[in-house]
C-alpha cells in the first residue's frame, strides 16, 4: 500500500521545526508503524537525506521509549497499543498521515519526533520509591499482601512512562503518569511507612516540571498503551489532599551520640 | 530537588492553594456550593408556575419577600456565594494559564480527541460565559439597573421576571446561558468528586450518569421559565401587587 | 592471560561466606572518597548503581537510553526463580544450584552458581520490601509457578511483566540515590570505550547523544552491566538499542572474552513475516505450561490447523521427550522446531513454524483461566500478527534470545583487566552453555545486588583513591582515538545503509551460526564476515554529522563492532568441537539427533584474548571441575 505522511521535522530543541511531506509506496500490511518508518529512512538514506529521527528501543511495547502522535492521537488509532506495536494492518491505502512528537513544555522535542522526558525520572527521584537499602529485607512472605491490593498495584505499576498520557492530555497533565506510581506504593503495605511525604513530594516536582493540571477529562486513559486507569489520578488527589492536611513532619530533634 | 509543601496553620493552607491538587479541591467544593445553590434557585424559579395565591399574591413574591425578610440569611449566602465564586473563579483562571500558557506552549497541528467530552474541554470557556451572565444577570433581575433592566421595579419578582424576559433577545441569551450551563455541570458535577479523590469504579459510572441526568433537569429547569415567558405560557397577572 | 578464578575454598555452600569475610573493607568515611562507573542501568547495572551508592560510594551511572528504566531487563516476561521452597515441593539452594549447573550443560563454575542460587532467596525478599508487585495467592503471600523446565515451582512473577517489574523496582532504588545525590546519573550517554592505566580499569570514553559531545570521565574502578551481543544477528529478541560495543572494546582494551559462541536461541517467538522485520518478538515460555507445540505429519500439509484432525498431528516434544514434553529446556526444543521445519513439516507462509495451541487447555480450563493466565500475551500475538489465538493455534519460531558469552570474569565478577567488572548478561555467565527460562533476572540482580558491594569493596579497599584526571595525557589520547573512529565513520559517506549490512551480516550468521553449526559453514562465515566488514568500512552511508543527534552514527558504531565479534563468534563456534546447550554442531550428535558433548576435551570455558588488528586472536582455557553436580549426558526424555 502507499501512504502519504506528514512528519514533523526540527533539528534540534532550539531551531524551530515544521510539517515535511513524504510519499512513501510498498509499505506491507504486517509491518509494525516503526518498520514503516525504516523503509522510510533507508529510502532517505539512499537519498544522501537525514532519516528521521524518533526513540524506540524494544519494540515490544514495554520499554516506553516509542511514542508520537499520528493524526492527532498519541500512539495511532489503535487503543492499548504503542506505536512500535501498531501494525499497517489498521490503515488505509492512500491514507494520509500526520505525525508529530509529544508536546508538553516539560518534554521539549530534541529532534524531529523524539522529546526529552527526564522530567518524569525526576519525579520518581523526588518520591517514587520505598526507602529500603539493600540487604535490610525481611523474609518476603512475613508482608502479606491482599490479592486485590496486589493485582490493584500491578495494575497501577504496569505504566511504562512513555508518556501519552501528558501528550494527549489537553492541559499536558502529567497526573495519570504520577497517579499511577503513588498508586502503586500506596496500595501496598511496604509503601505506607512513606505515604504521605512520597504524595507531597512527587506532586510538587510534578508542579516543577511545568506540567498541567488535572481537569478529569480522561484522554490520558484512553490513550494509555498499558490502560492505567483515571481511578488513579483520584487516588493521587486522596493522598496528596489526606497528606497536605494531616502530616507532620519530624520532630527536629538532634540525632543521638 | 523539590522541597516538602507542607507547613503549619496559614502557611499549610497557602501552600495547600500553591499546589495544582489543591486548587482543583478549591475548585470542587466551591462548585459543590454554587451547584447546591443553582438547584435551589432552579427550584425557587420554578415557583413561576405556581397559580396566583387567593389573595392575589404570587407565590413567587412570597418566596422573595419570605427570603429578604431574613436578612442575615440572605446576606450569609451572598457572602458564601460571593466567595465561593471568587475562589472559583480565580483558581480556574490560574490554572487555565497553566494548563494553555505554561505546559504547552506549542500547540498542535492535529489533535483529534477520542472519548473525551465536548463539556470537559470547554470548562473554561463555559464558565467564563457563565460568569458574564450571572452578572448580567445580577444587574437585570437582582439588582435592577436601570441601564440594563429599566422596567425593574423592587420587590415585584414574578413582575420583573416576566417582564424582563418578554424581550425575545434577553430570553434567548437566558436560554443559552442556562444551556452552557447545563454542559459545565455535566462535566463539573462528577469531575468535583474526583478532584477530591472520591472515585470508585462501581460508583463512578453511576456519578456520572447522575450528572448528567442533573445537568439536564438543571438546563431544562432553567430554560423552561423564559421559554413560557417567551410563548406566552406565563404572562403578567395584571398590576394587582 | 591469568584466568585464576580466585574461588575460595571449603566446601561449596561455605564459599561465598568465607570470601565476603576474607574481603577488605572500605572504611565507611572514606567510600565517598572512591569514584566508581557504572555503565548500563538494567537490572545488574541500576541495581549495582543504587546498591553502591547506599553504601557511599561516589558513583557515576551511564545508559545510552533517556532514562534507567528502559533498559531492556524490561522485556523480560516470565518470571524470576529463587530457591525459597515456599511451595513445599522439595525445592531448595541446591537443587536449584544443581538445575543450573546441569541446565548450563557442565559449562559453568560450579562456585558462581552456588553462589547464585543461595542469594536467589535475599533477591525475592529486597525486590518485596522495594514493592515489586509479584504475584498473590488469597492468603497473602506469594504465587509461584513452575516455568521452563523446572520440575519445582520457584518462579516467582508479576502478570507476565516480571522483567519490567523488577526493573522498576531497580529504577526507583536508583532515581532514590539520584535524588540523593549519591548517584550521578547520565543520560544518553553512549560508551565508546575503555579506558586503561598501568594495567587497570580507570574510566570511559562516552558519546553524548544528544550533542554529540564525546568526553572522558575517569573512576577508580568500572563496572560493566549493557547486557548480550544478541543483535550481532540483527534479527532478536533483543531491544534495537542493544549492543556489544562496552564489552566490545573493554574486549580491545585487553579483557579476555569467554564462549562467544554460546548463544541461547529462545523457542517461543513470533515468525518473521517479511524482508522489513526489525526485531523478533518472544511470546512468554510460560505458554508452554499450557500449550502444546505440533506440526503436521504429512509434509506441505496446506490445510488450516483446525482442519488437521488429532491423528495426523505429531506433537513431537511430547514424542521424544516423554518426560518433560512441551516444558524440554530451550536449546532443546529450539532445535527439535528446526529438525521439522528442515524436514518440511514447518507452518505458516514461510515454512519456518510450528504451531503451539491452547484448545486442549481452553478445554480443561476455561477460557477464562486462559484468558487470566496469558491475556496480555494472546493480546500482544494478536496484535502483531492479526490473528486470534483463542481460535487458532499460535505460529512459532526459535529466535536468538540471550548470550551465555560474554567478558571473562572470575569469582569475583572482575575481568581479565584489574577494576573492570562485568555483571548480568555482558559477563561470560552462571550459565554455562545454556540458560534455563527465569534465570537471567536472578543473574543480573544477584550481580548488582548482592555480589559487587562486596568484590568491588574489596578491589577498592586495595587501590588509592582519586588521582587521575580527564586531562590525563593516556586519558586525552583515548578520548582522540574515539574522535577520530566517529570522524571515520562520517567520512565515509557510501551508498549502503547501517541497517543493509547489518542485516547482511545477521543473515550469514543466522544461517552458519545459528541453531545448528558445522565446520564448513564456520568456515564459509569466517570468510565471509571479513567481506562484508570491508564493504562497510568502503561504501557505508552514514548520513548527519557528529555534533548533533544521530541515530546512524549510534548504529554505525554498533556495527562496526557487531562486525568484528560475529567474526569471533564464528571462531569460537569452530574450535568447540561438541555439541552442548546452546551450541549445536550438526557433526557431534547422536543418531536421535541429540548433542553430544566431549568432555574430555571441552570441559573448559575458552576465553579469548585480543592479539591486535588483523591479528588472530589468541584461545585459553580455563578448566572446569565439576565436584558436586557429577558430569552425565543431560536427559530430557
Redesign the interface.
Known amino acids: 500500500m502507499k501512504l502519504v505522511l506528514n512528519i514533523w521535522r526540527q533539528k534540534n530543541q532550539n531551531s524551530r521545526g515544521g510539517m515535511v511531506r513524504y510519499e512513501l509506496d510498498g509499505v506491507n500490511e504486517h509491518m509494525s508503524f516503526l518498520e514503516m518508518l525504516d523503509v522510510l529512512n533507508e529510502q532517505l538514506t539512499e537519498k544522501g537525506e537525514d532519516p528521521v529521527t524518533f526513540e524506540h528501543d524494544c519494540r515490544e511495547g514495554i520499554c516506553g521509549c516509542c511514542g508520537f502522535m499520528i493524526n492527532g492521537v498519541a500512539h495511532g488509532p489503535h487503543r492499548g497499543t504503542t506505536v512500535c506495536q501498531l501494525h499497517m494492518r489498521h490503515f488505509r491505502d492512500g491514507e494520509e498521515l500526520w505525525l508529530e512528537p509529544w508536546r508538553a513544555a516539560a518534554f521539549p522535542v530534541l529532534k524531529d519526533l523524539l522529546v526529552d522526558r527526564a522530567a518524569f525520572d525526576r519525579i520518581i527521584a523526588a518520591g517514587g520509591f520505598i526507602s529500603v537499602n539493600t540487604g535490610s529485607a525481611q523474609d518476603a512472605n512475613t508482608i502479606a499482601v491482599q490479592k486485590h491490593c496486589a493485582e490493584l498495584a500491578m495494575d497501577a505499576a504496569a505504566c511504562i512512562g512513555c508518556g501519552a498520557c501528558v501528550a494527549a492530555c489537553p492541559n499536558a497533565s502529567a497526573s495519570l503518569f504520577v497517579g499511577a506510581k503513588i498508586s502503586h506504593l500506596a496500595l501496598l503495605p511496604q509503601g505506607q511507612p512513606e505515604r504521605s511525604r512520597r504524595a507531597l513530594n512527587m506532586v510538587a516536582q510534578m508542579q516543577q516540571e511545568v506540567f498541567g493540571s488535572c481537569t478529569n477529562i480522561g484522554e490520558c486513559e484512553a490513550v494509555c498503551p498499558k490502560g492505567v486507569k483515571l481511578e488513579n489520578i483520584a487516588r493521587m488527589n486522596r493522598e496528596y489532599i489526606k497528606a497536605a492536611w494531616a502530616y507532620r513532619e519530624e520532630a527536629a530533634a538532634g540525632g543521638g551520640g | 530537588?523539590?522541597?516538602?509543601?507542607?507547613g503549619g496553620g496559614l502557611t499549610?493552607s497557602a501552600?495547600?492553594y500553591d499546589?495544582?491538587?489543591?486548587?482543583?479541591?478549591v475548585m470542587a467544593i466551591t462548585g459543590f456550593i454554587l451547584f447546591g445553590f443553582v438547584l435551589v434557585h432552579m427550584a425557587g424559579n420554578l415557583q413561576v408556575f405556581l397559580p396566583v395565591h387567593a389573595n392575589g399574591v404570587h407565590p413567587l413574591d412570597e418566596y422573595g419577600a419570605k427570603l429578604r425578610a431574613m436578612p442575615p440569611l440572605l446576606w450569609g449566602a451572598r457572602i458564601v456565594l460571593l466567595v465561593a465564586v471568587i475562589l472559583h473563579f480565580v483558581a480556574a483562571i490560574q490554572?487555565s494559564l497553566?494548563?494553555?500558557r505554561?505546559?504547552?506552549?506549542?500547540?498542535?497541528?492535529?489533535?483529534?480527541?477520542?472519548?473525551?467530552t465536548y463539556a470537559?474541554?470547554t470548562?473554561i470557556w463555559g464558565g467564563l460565559v457563565i460568569f458574564f451572565y450571572v452578572i448580567y444577570h445580577l444587574l437585570h433581575l437582582t439588582i435592577g439597573a436601570r441601564f440594563v433592566n429599566p422596567t425593574f421595579e423592587e420587590g415585584h419578582v414574578y413582575q420583573n421576571l416576566v417582564s424582563g424576559l418578554q424581550n425575545p433577545v434577553v430570553a434567548i441569551f437566558y436560554m443559552i446561558a442556562n444551556i452552557v450551563l447545563a454542559i459545565h455541570l455535566y462535566?463539573g458535577i462528577?469531575?468535583m468528586?474526583?478532584?477530591?479523590?472520591?472515585?470508585?469504579?462501581r460508583y463512578?459510572p453511576i456519578l456520572k450518569r447522575v450528572s448528567a441526568v442533573l445537568a439536564w433537569v438543571i438546563g431544562i429547569g432553567f430554560c423552561s421559565v423564559p421559554l413560557a415567558v417567551l410563548t406566552g405560557f406565563v404572562k403578567m397577572t395584571g398590576g394587582n401587587l | 592471560m591469568n584466568l585464576d578464578s580466585r574461588c575460595p575454598s571449603g566446601p561449596i555452600e561455605q564459599k561465598w561466606d568465607k570470601a565476603k569475610f576474607e574481603m577488605k573493607l572500605v572504611n565507611p568515611a572514606n567510600k565517598r572518597k572512591y569514584s566508581v562507573i557504572v555503565v548500563g542501568s538494567g537490572l545488574a547495572g541500576g541495581a549495582a548503581a543504587a546498591t553502591l551508592g547506599e553504601l557511599g560510594y561516589n558513583v557515576s551511572c551511564f545508559c545510552f537510553q533517556d532514562s534507567p528504566r528502559r533498559a531492556h531487563s524490561i522485556a523480560a516476561q516470565g518470571g524470576i526463580n529463587a530457591a525459597k521452597n515456599y511451595q513445599n515441593d522439595g525445592d531448595s539452594v541446591f537443587r536449584l544450584f544443581y538445575d543450573t549447573v546441569k541446565g548450563g550443560d557442565f559449562r559453568a563454575r560450579e562456585a558462581n552458581v552456588y553462589r547464585l542460587a543461595e542469594v536467589s532467596v535475599h533477591i525475592i525478599d529486597q525486590c518485596v520490601a522495594q514493592g515489586v508487585p509479584f504475584a498473590r495467592e488469597y492468603g497473602g503471600v506469594l504465587a509461584n509457578r513452575s516455568f521452563g523446565g523446572a520440575q519445582v515451582s520457584r518462579t516467582f512473577y508479576a502478570r507476565g511483566q516480571t522483567g519490567q517489574q523488577l526493573l522498576l523496582g531497580c529504577y526507583q532504588a536508583l532515581e532514590r540515590q539520584v535524588g540523593a545525590g549519591r548517584v550521578a546519573m547520565y543520560y544518553r550517554h553512549e560508551m565508546l570505550d575503555l579506558v586503561v592505566i598501568d594495567g587497570r580499569a580507570r574510566g570511559i570514553i562516552t558519546r553524548d547523544l544528544v550533542s554529540g559531545k564525546i568526553a572522558a570521565y575517569v573512576a577508580d574502578a568500572v563496572v560493566l552491566a549493557t547486557g548480550g551481543y544478541g543483535n550481532v544477528f540483527f534479527l532478536s529478541t533483543n531491544a534495537k538499542g542493544s549492543n556489544a560495543t562496552a564489552i566490545w572494546r573493554a574486549y580491545k582494551k585487553g579483557a579476555g572474552f569467554g564462549n562467544p559462541c554460546f548463544t541461547q536461541i529462545h523457542p517461543t517467538c513470533i515468525p518473521v513475516s517479511g524482508d522489513y522485520q526489525s526485531k523478533l518478538t518472544l511470546m512468554s515460555e510460560s505458554l508452554r505450561n499450557d500449550g502444546r507445540i505440533w506440526v503436521p505429519k504429512e509434509k506441505g500439509d496446506k490445510r488450516t490447523p483446525s482442519q488437521i484432525p488429532e491423528a495426523e498431528r505429531d506433537y513431537y516434544l511430547e514424542r521424544r521427550y516423554p518426560s518433560f514434553g512441551n516444558l524440554s529446556p530451550r536449546d532443546i526444543a529450539s532445535r527439535a522446531a528446526k529438525m521439522v521445519c528442515d524436514d518440511g513439516l514447518g507452518v505458516g507462509p514461510t515454512g519456518l513454524g510450528v504451531y503451539l495451541e491452547f484448545a486442549e487447555a481452553i478445554g480443561r480450563l476455561g477460557r477464562t483461566t486462559i484468558e487470566e493466565r496469558y491475556g496480555n500475551l494472546f493480546e500482544m500475538y494478536e496484535r502483531i500478527t492479526g490473528e486470534d489465538p483463542y481460535s487458532s493455534p499460535m505460529r512459532i519460531f526459535p529466535a536468538v534470545h540471550y548470550t551465555m558469552g560474554g567478558l571473562w570474569v572470575d569469582y569475583n565478577l572482575q575481568s581479565t583487566i584489574p577494576g573492570l567488572f562485568v555483571l548480568g548478561e555482558a559477563n561470560f555467565s552462571d550459565h554455562g552453555a545454556n540458560r534455563l527460562g527465569a534465570s537471567a533476572l536472578m543473574q543480573g540482580l544477584a550481580d548488582g545486588y548482592f555480589v559487587i558491594p562486596y568484590t568491588l569493596g574489596h578491589y577498592l579497599a586495595g587501590v588509592k583513591p582519586g588521582n587521575l584526571t580527564p586531562d590525563d595525557p593516556e586519558v586525552l589520547a583515548a578520548q582522540r582515538a574515539v574522535e577520530d573512529k566517529t570522524r571515520q565513520l562520517l567520512a565515509i559517506k557510501g551508498k549502503r545503509s547501517v541497517d543493509s549490512i547489518h542485516r547482511e551480516l545477521g543473515k550469514v550468521l543466522w544461517e552458519y551460526c545459528g541453531m545448528a553449526r558445522n565446520r564448513a559453514g564456520l568456515e564459509h562465515a569466517i570468510a565471509k564476515i571479513p567481506e562484508i566488514r570491508e564493504e562497510f568500512w568502503k561504501n557505508v552511508n552514514v548520513t548527519g554529522e557528529n555534533a548533533e543527534m544521530n541515530q546512524a552514527l549510534e548504529k554505525a558504531g554498533r556495527v562496526a563492532d557487531f562486525l568484528e565479534l560475529g567474526e569471533l563468534l564464528c571462531r569460537d563456534a569452530l574450535i568447540r568441537e561438541e555439541s552442548c546447550g546452546g551450541h549445536f554442531r550438526e557433526e557431534y550428535q547422536t543418531e536421535e539427533g541429540e548433542a553430544v558433548r566431549n568432555d574430555d576435551k571441552f570441559c573448559h570455558a575458552a576465553v579469548w584474548e585480543y592479539k591486535g588488528e588483523n591479528q588472530a586472536p589468541e584461545r585459553h582455557i580455563e578448566p572446569l571441575e565439576f565436584e558436586y553436580v557429577h558430569l552425565a549426558q543431560r536427559s530430557y526424555k
Open positions: 530537588m523539590s522541597t516538602m509543601a507542607v499549610r501552600s495547600f499546589s495544582v491538587i489543591g486548587k482543583k479541591a490554572l497553566l494548563n494553555k505554561q505546559a504547552r506552549p506549542q500547540r498542535y497541528v492535529k489533535l483529534a480527541p477520542i472519548v473525551s470537559s474541554r470548562m462535566h462528577w469531575s468528586f474526583q478532584s477530591l479523590g472520591i472515585a470508585h469504579p463512578t
